[in-house]
Structure formats: C-alpha cells, structure tokens
C-alpha cells in the first residue's frame, strides 16, 4: 500500500496539504471530471457467474483475505489494522461487497492517497510515532457516484421484488397467533393478522421480502421474545398472555433490524 506523502514548503510559503484536509485535494480537477462524467465500471462478482449475494467471501481491498459476507464488521476491522483504511458511513453503502471490489481494483490502479483522506495520528510526536490512517468517504466524487448507482441498483431490485410479490398468488403460511393456514396473496395472512390479533405492520403494499420478514417474526416467538419489547419469557403461554395484555402484538420500532422490510427506507437514500 503506497505511503502517505509528507507535507513540503511550496512556493509562495504555503504547504502542500491538499491531501491531508477532508477530500479537498483527493484527486485533480481533471479526474474529478472524468470520475462524474465517465459510466462507471461496476464489478462482476468473484466467481463470474455467480451473484455477489451468492458470493461465499469478500476480499479485503489490499490482500488476499476473505471474509464471509455476513461477517463484514470483521472484514471492516481487518481493513483499520492491517492497512489503516476507514471506510466512512458504511451503514449507508447500499451494496457492500460490489463495493468493496470496486474500490479493490482502484487501489489495484493507483495509490490509496489518489483517493483518501490522510488522518495523522500523534501529529505532534516525533515522526518516528506518528501514524497515518486512510479514510474513504463520498467526499470524493468517485465515490459519491458509486455509492448512488448502488442504492438506485439496490432500489430496482427492491421494486422489481415487491412488484412480484404483489402478483404472486403462490404464497402459503400460517397465522403467528392461531396457527390458521392461507394461501394465495401475502396480503391474506397479513390482513387476518391485523384484523383478529391486533397485529398490523403495515399495508403490504409496503412491504417487501414478506416471506423473510414473517420468518424472522416466527423465529423470535419460538425463541419466546416478545416482539415489541424484546424480553424472553418461559413458555409460549406466558408469552402470549404478556403481548396480548401488554397490547405489545406489534414490532419495536426501534430495532433497525426491520428496517429491510420496508421499501420507504430503500427510498430514502435515493435523490
């Protein structure tokens, strides 16, 4: 990974910084034009044929390391200590792994300085302390531009997905609460849950992934968790009495886990 370039006198007494102040000078104004006006040139996956969400493992941007999709905290952790790279507001990258194999051949094409921030760390100790850290933020335009074409990407397939389950008449599940069997629309189940059991979360017009999202429903109530505030009881009795008298038959707002469900967050994003 190429080294940060040391501050020098320029002309005129002023410092050549430009590289170590919040993106200002991450790259010329030329490659910023190029960055903004050129297509970007989104990567296939690692297999080829195989879809990213399919991908077993993520590379690291420098290395050969792999991390298993689900495991991208490590992945991140592994990027801040063995190659000093910050990946900034990563909650809002709309598609992670396609991300990071983006910024992989990037840094594969030129220095890592070409494109970060430089945070100097102990910027007052003798040099032989300092240390310098990388950080990747939509400040720079290229990656501002990929970030976009992610999420409007990642917002076509939601779409797409939800326009299918809206016509889908294939669907077949039971009622969380009474066990009463349907089939046919999403929108059988969903509404009988609302109407008998008090238990609305949302029009299903607004929901996506319904067959996921109703599994994970299903998988807190047999792991005895109430769903709303998320406290485990002993047996399935005490669990329904306490969310029925408790008026807790709905989902924590508060837990973003749901937040995939739902394709006004896919919207937000999105200018």
């Known amino acids: 990974m190429a080294a940060p370039r040391t501050q020098e006198a320029a002309p005129g007494g002023e410092e050549d910084g430009d590289r170590d102040r919040g993106g200002a000078g991450l790259v010329s104004s030329e490659d910023s034009k190029d960055c903004i006006l050129d297509a970007l040139s989104l990567p296939d996956s690692p297999g080829g044929s195989r879809s990213l969400e399919e991908a077993p493992a993520v590379p690291c941007v420098f290395c050969e390391e792999h991390f298993p999709v689900a495991q991208q905290d490590q992945l991140l952790k592994h990027m801040i200590i063995e190659h000093k790279v910050v990946i900034a507001d990563v909650k809002l990258v709309a598609d992670f792994p396609r991300y990071i194999l983006y910024w992989r051949k990037r840094f594969s094409e030129q220095p890592v300085t070409d494109f970060c921030s430089v945070i100097r760390i102990n910027s007052t100790a003798p040099p032989e302390e300092q240390d310098h850290y990388f950080l990747l933020c939509d400040v720079l335009p290229e990656d501002r531009v990929l970030r976009e074409e992610l999420q409007r990407r990642k917002l076509t397939a939601i779409l797409e997905q939800q326009q299918r389950e809206r016509e889908d008449t294939s669907f077949r599940g039971a009622c969380m609460f009474c066990n009463e069997e349907f089939s046919g629309n999403r929108s059988v189940l969903l509404n009988h849950m609302s109407r008998e059991h008090a238990f609305n979360i949302g029009l299903p017009d607004n929901i996506v992934n319904c ?57 937000l994003f999105v200018q």
């Open 211 to 267: 067959r996921e999202f109703l599994r994970t429903l299903q998988r807190k109530l047999d792991n005895l968790q109430c769903l709303y505030c998320e406290k485990t009881f002993r047996d399935k009795n005490t669990l329904r009495d306490h969310m029925r008298k408790k008026q807790h038959r709905r989902i924590n707002p508060r837990n973003r886990e749901y937040d995939q469900f739902y394709v006004i967050n896919y919207l």
